[in-house]
T-cell receptor, first 114, second 115 residues
C-alpha cells in the first residue's frame, strides 16, 4: 500500500519569499512521485514528477522538488513566491504498474501575501 | 502535451434525473481512465478505474449501479450519474493514462449540482 502525508492544511508566505510545501510518502515499492496544482473549479495541472531518474526534479513555473529516499520525502520548493502561485497543491504517489493509480495527499492551500 | 477534454464543466440537474460526463483524450490513446470525486476543501477520492474495452473496477463504497462508467474507445470515457440526488452534488474529475506512460493527464472537472 502507498500513502502520502502532507502536514498542515494551509501555508502563507509573502510575495517574493521562499515557498516550501512538505510531502512524505510511504511505499513498499520504488515510488513515482508527483506534485499537482489546482486552481478553484479547475482540474489538476502537473507541476513536476519523479520517475526514478534524477533526484532533483525541476518543474513548471519555477518549482522544483528533491526526492530523498532516506527521508521518504519529496518536498516542493520555489525560491520566490508570486501572487499567481496561490492555489491548492497536492502531492501524489504511484508505482510503475500499468494500471497503477495515484494516491493523493490531502492537499495544502498556499496563500501569498502582497 | 497531452490534453484531456472534459464536458460539461458545470451542470445543474433535477433530483431523479441522470447526468453524463464525458472525457476525451485529444492527442493520445487513453488505455486507462480514472474517475475522481472531490468535495469542497478536500482531496480527490478515486471512484473507479477503467481500461478500454473492459468493465470498470470500482473502489470500495462506490455504487457501480449509480455511477456507470463506459470506456468503449481509447479516446473516450463517460461517467453517468444515474438517478441523481442532492448528495451526489460534487466536483468530478477524470484522469487518463497512456499505455506505457508515466503520467496522468487530468480533465478540467465537472461541477455537478443536483437540485
Amino acid at each position: 500500500a502507498q500513502s502520502v502525508t502532507q502536514l498542515g492544511s494551509h501555508v502563507s508566505v509573502s510575495e517574493g519569499a521562499l515557498v516550501l510545501l512538505r510531502c512524505n510518502y510511504s511505499s513498499s515499492v520504488p515510488p513515482y512521485l508527483f506534485w499537482y496544482v489546482q486552481y478553484p473549479n479547475q482540474g489538476l495541472q502537473l507541476l513536476l514528477k519523479y520517475t526514478s531518474a534524477a533526484t532533483l526534479v525541476k518543474g513548471i513555473n519555477g518549482f522544483e522538488a528533491e526526492f530523498k529516499k532516506s527521508e521518504t520525502s519529496f518536498h516542493l520548493t520555489k525560491p520566490s513566491a508570486h501572487m499567481s502561485d496561490a492555489a491548492e497543491y497536492f502531492c501524489a504517489v504511484s508505482d510503475a504498474g500499468a494500471n497503477s493509480k495515484l494516491t493523493f495527499g490531502k492537499g495544502i492551500t498556499l496563500s501569498v501575501r502582497p | 502535451g497531452a490534453v484531456v477534454s472534459q464536458h460539461p464543466s458545470r451542470v445543474i440537474c433535477k433530483s431523479g434525473t441522470s447526468v453524463k460526463i464525458e472525457c476525451r483524450s485529444l492527442d493520445f490513446q487513453a488505455t486507462t481512465m480514472f474517475w475522481y470525486r472531490q468535495f469542497p476543501k478536500q482531496s480527490l477520492m478515486l471512484m473507479a478505474t477503467s481500461n478500454e474495452g473492459s468493465k470498470a473496477t470500482y473502489e470500495q463504497g462506490v455504487e457501480k449501479d449509480k455511477f456507470l462508467i463506459n470506456h468503449a474507445s481509447l479516446t473516450l470515457s463517460t461517467l453517468t450519474v444515474t438517478s441523481a440526488h442532492p448528495e451526489d452534488s460534487s466536483f468530478y474529475i477524470c484522469s487518463a493514462r497512456e499505455r506505457g506512460g508515466y503520467g496522468y493527464t487530468f480533465g478540467s472537472g465537472t461541477r455537478l449540482t443536483v437540485v
